[in-house]
């Protein structure tokens, strides 16, 4: 266990659905980061949260969108979703101090049919 | 913009044998480049990291060098086994508790 928890860890839903991701992070880690892997590729970056704000976006679709609460975990939600989306969403979290790698969470697969 | 190559995408490499993968940074801002090994449906996991202020860093079987000059970054993995197949990806990031950019990714196959 990695200590970034995600959930659902599978998830199955038509075109046009809206769907939220969610993601704790390590206990005391303040920076959340979101990634797209789709088959065969990499790990595309979506947007990055620190302490509740948003620190970074990457190639975020505008039909994606972020937020981190106050507890520190956060949610992506995906909506008028396509069959391009179908993809692993991972979430990683970082310490605040030290060069610390990220560490990821186990990932949701989305399916779109 | 922020990128990263890496190559090469595949490498079958026997048992024993060493494997070098080799990643470019485009942003020469970048001052940490870890590396992650993924297996099949599962998550990335840190295995070595360098930041730009060290040329070279080893831990057992894997290295890692890094030449800032020429923006480039290899692991090297040597006495291959079966486990360490595998995909790895290079990353690169411009400060500390920021954005990972990754590469594409390299498939190792390590033959008995």
């Known amino acids: 266990d990695s200590g970034v928890t995600q959930t659902p860890k599978h998830l199955i839903t038509a075109t046009g659905q809206r769907v939220t991701l969610r993601c704790s992070p390590r206990s005391g880690d303040l920076s959340v980061y979101w990634y797209q892997q789709s088959l065969d590729q990499g790990l595309q970056f979506l947007i990055q949260y620190y302490n509740g704000e948003e620190r970074a976006k990457g190639n975020i679709l505008e039909r994606f969108s972020a937020q981190q609460f106050p507890d520190l975990h956060s949610e992506l939600n995906l909506s008028s979703l396509e069959l391009g989306d179908s993809a692993l969403y991972f979430c990683a979290s970082s310490p605040t101090t030290g060069w610390e790698g990220y560490t990821f969470g186990s990932g949701t697969r989305l399916t779109v049919v | 913009g922020e990128n990263v190559e890496q190559h090469p995408s595949t490498l079958s490499v026997q048992e024993g044998d060493s494997a070098v993968i080799k990643c470019t940074y485009s942003?020469?801002?970048?001052?940490?480049f870890p590396w992650y090994k993924q297996e099949l449906g599962k998550r990335p996991q840190l295995i070595i990291d360098i930041r730009s202020n060290v040329g070279e860093k080893k831990d057992q079987r894997i290295a890692v060098t890094l030449n800032k000059t020429a923006k480039h970054f290899s692991l090297h993995i040597t006495e291959t086994q079966p486990e360490d197949s595998a995909v790895y990806f290079c990353a690169a990031s411009i400060n500390q508790g920021g954005k990972l950019i990754f590469g594409q990714g390299t498939e190792l196959s390590v033959k008995p």
């Open positions: 942003d020469s801002a970048s001052n940490y």
